[in-house]
């Protein structure tokens, strides 16, 4: 997959980069309004990933002027402002998702492979994993053809997790992907290990692997060691 | 009480004042006038015995009597007396008015033709009460004048005079800081009103300047923190990654826990001071019921997990004029603070009509002053992970729509209910 990354801070692009290298995407990025311009004229990309506040215009800007050439493209877009004008704005002008700073690149990566498969729409929307399937239209999962009957949380569960392999997950990370900022309100995350039983549970029983691994203190793991 | 109405009024008692001082002097006056009028027609009476004696003139007092002058007397005297004039006031019996009177006596020595003789004449002094009520009358009259001009003054003065006042006063009580615009001055021929105008306008100038700064602050700051929280939180995920003990690990997440709380601060500090700033004044229907309805579903499983139970007593269509984010971020904090602040297998209890929005919730009594609950950074609850806005946003939003908050503790339960119509209940 090849990603455009527009975003004027070297660190900031430097985590993104570095944590979706190791997915093995293609990573060109763009610094300023008139090199990520140039570069959405003259390329194709799979996703975008745009920073509003960029040196020289805006990324909104960016974002229209994409659309205009290349209206397929995935876009994310990246903005410190939880102004809600710019994420309306954003997603009016045709933004597939938008990410607040300060993200998680788990999250991030999450969402850059949910616009993708929504983009692609080329029979794609199946993830495979071993003998687990997840069918992102049907929101199904299926173990060697059978249906695992999971709950939406679980679902998006094992979707995090597919969309992270290798990638060691922290029970925080995980519960601020399936509930968001509400989980500032919970004093333990002991229910997230409480999902992931029931996932484990359900998914052994269909007769799948354990592909989720526990790390002592840490969080959890979904291994897998051939890639799919 | 209005400027022009004191005014007229300090102008008023300040006549009055004046008018005693005068219709006193005027009455001293007066008398000492009657009383010189009276003594100098008794001193030429006098004067014209003497010269109708020196006539020779024969006076007796039969004759006298007879002519109806009763309050002569001359008599003839035996010796020669040097010629003296003595005036007295004395009291001399009224007949018809059976009362002593005020008079004045007018008595003289006079020699003519080597034989003296004594003149007396005497007559009614005009009485002090007489004076007195005339000055009082006249004085009264002038005061009376006087009111209906200082208030026919006092109106052309309010009319015509204060006008450039009176819209400039206007135009301050319609100055909005949102619409950016100061209040230009208008010329007028009077200075103090130009100082006033020019005033206004320099005070305005630097309000609309400061407001813009500030708003670019709030928008600025969040921003600038938002990024090098990012780039933390990043680096620490790919720190993540490399092979950490558990003991290094929990470091990390440490980091990432604090990371996430100052990004939240730094969001709850940019949107409380957009909601200072005004910004959401654009008002809207809000279906309350509805909010609140849809948002316990979305909490359903925290309230699940956490082991709270929820009643909800919600009257149906409850509408409100407000901005949808102010009501949403209302409603989620006060939910939310329900939840954070409450106890083991714990309760909720919302009511909802359409004056007022009341939420209790079980907890341990709070420490502080309830008077500081609403303060920016007071935490009843120093155990909770809580950064100490969330009140002080929801009383920001109260304020600006005029809806009044109050909270109370008892038999264990936290109640804060919040009246819509305050003025009316």
Same mark, same amino acid.
């Given at each position: 997959?090849k990603?455009?990354?527009?975003?004027?801070?070297?660190?900031?692009?430097?985590?993104?980069?570095?944590?979706?290298?190791?997915?093995?995407?293609?990573?060109?990025?763009?610094?300023?309004?008139?090199?990520?311009?140039?570069?959405?004229?003259?390329?194709t990309?799979?996703?975008?990933?745009i920073?509003?506040?960029?040196?020289?215009?805006?990324?909104?800007?960016v974002l229209?002027?994409?659309k205009?050439?290349?209206?397929?493209?995935g876009?994310?877009?990246?903005?410190?402002?939880?102004?809600?004008?710019?994420?309306?704005?954003?997603?009016?002008?045709?933004a597939?998702?938008?990410?607040?700073?300060?993200?998680?690149?788990?999250?991030l990566?999450a969402r850059?492979?949910?616009v993708?498969?929504?983009?692609?729409?080329?029979?794609?929307?199946?993830?495979?994993?071993?003998?687990?399937?997840?069918?992102?239209?049907?929101?199904e999962?299926?173990?060697?053809?059978?249906?695992?009957?999971?709950?939406?949380?679980?679902?998006d569960?094992?979707?995090?997790?597919?969309?992270?392999?290798?990638?060691v997950?922290?029970?925080?990370t995980i519960?601020?992907?399936?509930?968001?900022?509400?989980?500032?309100?919970?004093?333990?995350?002991?229910?997230?290990?409480q999902?992931?039983?029931?996932?484990?549970?359900?998914?052994?029983?269909?007769?799948?692997?354990?592909?989720?691994?526990?790390?002592?203190?840490?969080g959890?793991?979904?291994?897998?060691?051939?890639?799919? | 009480?209005?400027?022009?109405?004191?005014?007229?009024?300090?102008?008023?008692?300040?006549?009055?004042?004046v008018?005693?001082?005068?219709? %006193?002097?005027?009455?001293?006056?007066?008398k000492?006038?009657?009383?010189?009028?009276?003594?100098?027609?008794f001193?030429?009476?006098?004067?014209?015995?003497?010269?109708?004696?020196?006539e020779?003139?024969?006076f007796?007092s039969?004759?006298?009597?007879?002519?109806?002058d009763?309050?002569?007397?001359i008599q003839?005297?035996?010796?020669?007396?040097?010629?003296?004039?003595v005036i007295k006031?004395?009291?001399?019996?009224?007949d018809?008015?059976?009362?002593?009177?005020?008079n004045?006596?007018?008595?003289? %020595?006079?020699?003519?033709?080597?034989?003296?003789?004594?003149?007396?004449t %005497?007559?009614?002094?005009?009485?002090?009460?007489?004076?007195?009520?005339?000055?009082?009358?006249?004085?009264?009259?002038?005061?009376?004048?006087?009111?209906?001009?200082?208030?026919?003054?006092?109106?052309?003065?309010s009319g015509?005079?204060?006008k450039?006042?009176?819209?400039?006063?206007?135009?301050?009580?319609?100055?909005?800081?949102?619409?950016?615009?100061?209040?230009?001055?208008?010329?007028?021929n009077?200075?103090?009103?130009?100082d006033?105008?020019?005033?206004?306008?320099?005070?305005?100038?630097?309000?609309?300047?400061?407001?813009?700064?500030?708003?670019?602050?709030?928008?600025?700051?969040?921003?600038?923190?938002?990024?090098?929280?990012?780039?933390t939180?990043?680096?620490?995920?790919?720190?993540t990654?490399t092979?950490?003990?558990?003991?290094q690990?929990?470091?990390?997440?440490?980091?990432?826990?604090?990371?996430?709380?100052?990004?939240?601060?730094?969001?709850?500090?940019?949107?409380l001071?957009?909601?200072?700033?005004?910004?959401?004044?654009?008002?809207?229907?809000?279906?309350?019921?509805?909010?609140?309805?849809?948002?316990?579903?979305a909490?359903?499983?925290?309230?699940?997990?956490?082991?709270l139970?929820v009643?909800?007593?919600l009257?149906?269509d409850?509408?409100?004029?407000?901005?949808?984010?102010?009501?949403?971020?209302?409603?989620?904090?006060?939910?939310?603070?329900?939840?954070?602040?409450?106890?083991?297998?714990?309760?909720i209890?919302i009511?909802?009509?359409?004056?007022?929005?009341?939420?209790s919730?079980?907890?341990?009594?709070?420490?502080?002053?309830?008077d500081?609950?609403f303060k920016?950074?007071?935490k009843?609850?120093?155990?909770?992970?809580?950064?100490?806005?969330?009140?002080?946003?929801?009383?920001?939003?109260?304020?600006?729509?005029?809806?009044?908050?109050? %909270?109370?503790?008892?038999?264990?339960?936290?109640?804060?209910?919040?009246?819509?119509?305050?003025?009316?209940?």
């Open positions: 997959m990603l455009l990354i527009i975003e004027d801070n070297e660190d900031l692009l430097q985590n993104i980069r570095t944590y979706l290298k190791r997915e093995g995407y293609i990573c060109e990025f763009a610094r300023d309004y008139r090199e990520a311009f140039d570069k959405v004229m003259s390329y990309y799979d996703v975008v990933l920073d509003i506040m960029i040196p020289g215009g805006s990324g909104l800007q229209r002027e994409l205009s050439v290349n209206p397929q493209t876009t994310i877009i990246i903005s410190a402002k939880n102004a809600l004008d710019d994420k309306v704005e954003g997603l009016e002008l045709g597939d998702d938008y990410i607040t700073k300060p993200f998680q690149l788990p999250e990566h850059i492979k949910a993708n498969r929504r983009n692609q729409r080329d029979g794609r929307e199946i993830i495979n994993v071993n003998e687990i399937a997840i069918n992102t239209d049907t929101m999962v299926t173990v060697n053809g059978t249906g695992v009957d999971l709950t939406p949380k679980e679902y569960l094992i979707l995090y997790f597919a969309s992270n392999k290798n990638h997950l922290s029970k925080q519960a601020e992907h399936l509930w968001g900022d509400y989980v500032d309100h919970l004093t333990n995350l002991d229910f997230v290990y999902h992931i039983k029931n996932l484990r549970k359900k998914l052994e029983k269909a007769g799948a692997q354990n592909y989720i691994e526990s790390v002592y203190g840490i959890y793991k979904f291994k897998v060691n051939n890639r799919a | 009480m209005k400027l022009i109405n004191k005014f007229i009024l300090i102008y008023l008692v300040v006549t009055v004042i008018l005693g001082i005068a219709g %006193y002097i005027s009455f001293f006056v007066i000492g006038e009657l009383d010189n009028e009276l003594k100098w027609r001193m030429d009476r006098i004067d014209r015995v003497t010269y109708l004696l020196d020779g003139k024969n007796k039969k004759k006298l009597k007879g002519s109806g009763r309050n002569l007397i003839q005297l035996p010796q020669k007396v040097a010629p003296e004039t006031d004395t009291m001399v019996w009224h018809r008015l059976q009362q002593m009177e005020p004045l006596k007018v008595s003289a %020595y006079r020699t003519v033709e080597d034989t003296s003789y004594f003149i007396s %005497y007559g009614a002094l005009v009485e002090t009460d007489d004076i007195t009520e005339a000055v009082v009358q006249i004085l009264l009259w002038i005061l009376g004048l006087q009111v209906i001009g200082a208030i026919g003054v006092g109106f052309i003065v015509r005079l204060f450039p006042f009176r819209e400039t006063l206007a135009r301050i009580k319609r100055f909005n800081i949102q619409d950016k615009e100061p209040i230009l001055a208008r010329e007028t009077v200075e103090e009103f130009n006033l105008n020019r005033f206004v306008e320099e005070m305005t100038r630097k309000a609309v300047k400061d407001y813009k700064n500030l708003k670019e602050f709030a928008e600025n700051a969040s921003h600038e923190l938002q990024t090098p929280l990012s780039i939180k990043g680096k620490l995920e790919l720190l990654e092979d950490l003990t558990p003991e690990y929990q470091y990390v997440e440490a980091s990432q826990r604090s990371i996430k709380k100052l990004s939240r601060l730094s969001e709850s500090l940019a949107l001071t957009k909601i200072e700033n005004h910004e959401f004044t654009n008002k809207d229907e809000v279906n309350v019921t509805n909010l609140i309805r849809e948002s316990t579903q909490f359903e499983e925290f309230i699940k997990l956490n082991g139970q009643e909800t007593d009257e149906e409850v509408f409100l004029q407000i901005h949808p984010v102010l009501a949403d971020i209302m409603w989620t904090n006060l939910f939310q603070n329900a939840i954070k602040h409450n106890i083991e297998d714990g309760r209890r009511r909802l009509t359409k004056d007022s929005l009341e939420i919730n079980t907890g341990k009594p709070l420490d502080m002053d309830t500081l609950l920016r950074f007071k009843a609850d120093h155990g909770v992970d809580s950064i100490g806005l969330g009140l002080s946003i929801i009383e920001q939003i109260v304020d600006q729509n005029n809806y009044a908050i109050s %909270y109370d503790y008892e038999d264990g339960w936290h109640t804060i209910n919040v009246k819509f119509h305050p003025e009316s209940v």
